[in-house]
């Protein structure tokens, strides 16, 4: 197994608005629920690191619209939330921005 340092070597800076879509499953069938965008900060062929305006569940699946090569173009992958941190500082009301680790789902 690959130590800690190997895993983060591999991953590429991309910044880029990505759309998502939170799922949920209803009989075992999974069902589109909110969406919104994030800002991708870096990718790995296992997973994504995100910037979101809420902090999702850890194990929810996500739905990002990753970007490919070609700039029109936006491959929907599965991705499963592995943690969350939310940035040390904030507005007022308690909202905030929180940093998303993403698990690829193959």
Do not use: C
């Not at 619209?65 to 507005?91: C, D, H, I, N, S």
Request: proline share 8%.
């Amino acid at each position: 197994m690959k130590d800690s340092h190997e895993n983060h070597s591999e991953r590429a800076a991309l910044l880029r608005p990505i759309p998502y879509e939170m799922t949920a499953t209803i009989e075992g069938a999974p069902v589109a629920t909110p969406s919104g965008r994030a800002l991708s900060l870096n990718i790995s062929s296992g997973g994504m690191l995100i910037l979101m305006d809420q902090a999702p569940q850890v194990d929810q699946v996500l739905k990002v619209y990753v970007p490919t090569p070609v700039t029109v173009a936006e491959t929907p992958t599965l991705a499963e939330v592995r943690w969350t941190r939310k940035l040390p500082f904030g507005r007022v009301n308690g909202s905030g921005a929180y940093f998303v680790g993403l698990k690829f789902m193959f």
